[in-house]
């Protein structure tokens, strides 16, 4: 699932790369292991618990249904990322958090540590990539 979210979100920005134009992120202004400490460690870890555990667990607490679940936790990832531009509140927020809330509010059915771990992972896969490319430039 996270490699699929990653080349969705890929495509989806490449496309629009083309109409609107790269963004410019602020993460490139920071020396590369905070780069790393931030995309690779920091963001996944707290971006799951607030963005993820904690409004499906809301919702869960409403009798919420799935759907509601996932976009419990879209709606604030999306908004989290939209600051960084279209591109990025596009591919890294909606789709992004798309694939992470579905990962999420699947796996809490099993249990809690594995809807955090899978999500976790899954975000540090979601963002190998762009930390690789803005540690490159």
């Known amino acids: 699932m996270a490699a699929e979210g990653l080349i969705v979100s890929i495509i989806a ?3 629009l790369c083309i109409f609107i134009g790269v963004p410019r992120r602020a993460l490139l202004d920071l020396p590369v292991p905070s ?3 931030l995309t690779l460690v920091i963001a996944p870890v707290v971006e799951t618990l607030l963005l993820q555990a904690l409004p499906v667990a809301i919702a869960r607490g409403l009798k919420a249904g799935f759907k509601v679940q996932i976009l419990a936790s879209l709606i604030p990832f999306t908004l989290l990322h939209l ?3 279209v591109c990025v509140g596009i591919c890294a927020g909606l789709v992004g958090g798309f694939y992470l809330a579905f990962n999420y509010a ?5 249990s809690l ?13 979601r963002n190998s990539l762009p930390a690789l490319l803005i540690t490159l430039v």
């Open 35 to 37: 780069v790393l400490a």
């Open 106 to 110: 699947h796996w809490i059915e099993k």
């Open 13 to 15: 920005g490449l496309i």
């Open 113 to 125: 540590w594995t809807a955090l771990w899978t999500t976790t992972v899954a975000h540090i896969i």
């Open 83 to 85: 600051p960084e531009g």
